[in-house]
């Protein structure tokens, strides 16, 4: 059975740096997307980026340049390394993923399994 767990996240103020790392087991097929979403209160989960097995990465346009995905492979190991963070940062990330037989992957929540999630607070 597939399964994935977080580990990271915390308090940081304006500007600071933050790690998320994902654990990832159980998924089979040709390929594995894993992705970070994240989720504000009244919002709704928004995908951050995906990054395919074969290491084609997607990024959202809110975090684009201040965000990088990255995975080990070999220890089916997800990370997220989160610079010059702002409040409107502040959220629950959540690692996700699925297996899939295309060459990319989907942005589209509906396809993934989840994590625990990790609370990431960032403070003025």
């Known amino acids: 059975q597939a399964q994935l767990a977080e580990s990271g996240g915390g308090s940081v103020q304006r500007g600071g740096s933050l790690k998320l790392s994902c654990v990832a087991s159980?998924?089979?097929?040709?390929?594995?997307?894993l992705a970070w979403f994240r989720q504000s209160p009244d919002n709704e989960r928004e995908a951050l980026t995906t990054?395919?097995?074969?290491?084609?990465?997607w990024y959202a346009d809110s975090v684009k340049g201040r965000f990088t995905v990255s995975r080990d492979n070999a220890k089916n190991t997800l990370f997220l390394h989160m610079n010059n963070l702002e409040p409107e940062d502040t959220a629950m990330y959540y690692c996700?993923?699925?297996?899939?037989?295309?060459?990319?992957?989907?942005?589209?929540?509906?396809?993934?399994?989840w994590g625990q999630g990790a609370q990431v607070t960032v403070s003025s």
């Open positions: 996700a993923g699925y297996a899939t037989m295309r060459t990319y992957c989907s942005p589209d929540r509906h396809h993934y399994l």
């Open positions: 159980g998924f089979t097929g040709d390929s594995v997307c």
């Open positions: 990054i395919h097995s074969s290491g084609t990465i």
